[in-house]
DNA sequence: TCATATACCGAATTTTTATTCCATACTTGA
DNA sequence: TCAAGTATGGAATAAAAATTCGGTATATGA
């Protein structure tokens, strides 16, 4: 199978577990888009998060449901059609993702003059 | 050079910049080892951290000097001391890094069940 | 004298992630 | 009829990250 992570989470320290849960590139940005609990279909992931490459976020969704992180929905139609939505346990990471969002937004001045364009 | 990031940190999105700043495996366990303010040598580092490859917590550590969430202090002598301490900037991480502590220690049970030996 | 410790870094390799491209199979609207 | 949208995934490639190994130079203690 190809994807298959050898080492799913890390179970060796806390600290490690959560991050493994998140630290691929766009998970954060996954649950962040998620976080309302209204279902999104794919396409609409996609469209929200235009820098990753689709198949990127397949993997990622696909992984984040693996860990119970987002709970998926498929419609028996045609043309397809699916839905993620966040689950319970994915909700309580929310925090989180807020307080990197607000650190993020009250330090960028500092990052953008050290590693900004020109 | 060797070991140079292609993009420092991520400025796209104020979530990407703080994940791209603690992502790499080690560097959020350097920051919670670092918390108490109190100077480290690197190798005492090395042994809090006995998992990580040191040449990977001397890259890690160099990039979190530059990215400013670390201060270094080389003193000249021989054999060769130096010390790095958490920064102000770094300091303000803590709480993330409280809260993913907190999580992991929380949620730990449901990974063992998933992804635990037998 | 010799192993050990010190801090660091180059280089090569392995592992992991991310990206790109193509394919499936059916629907809808132009 | 034909392009575009729908969800997904295999396969190959590229890029990034982690690991391993070896080397620098000097001091200390056995």
Not at 42 to 71: F, N, T, Y
Request: include cysteine.
């Amino acid at each position: 199978m190809a994807y298959e992570k050898k080492i799913p989470v890390d179970l060796d320290c806390p600290l490690r577990l959560t991050m493994s849960l998140i630290e691929s590139k766009w998970k954060s940005c996954i649950l962040d888009e998620l976080r309302t609990g209204t279902p999104m279909r794919p396409s609409k992931i996609h469209k929200c998060l235009p820098e990753a490459a689709p198949r990127v976020l397949d993997i990622q969704l696909k992984e984040m449901v693996e860990d119970g992180l987002v709970e998926k929905t498929v419609f028996p139609e045609l043309p397809p059609r699916s839905e993620y939505r966040i689950s319970e346990l994915g909700k309580t990471l929310l925090p989180i993702i807020d307080q990197m969002l607000n650190w993020g937004r009250t330090h960028y001045d500092i990052f953008e003059k050290k590693y900004g364009k020109q």
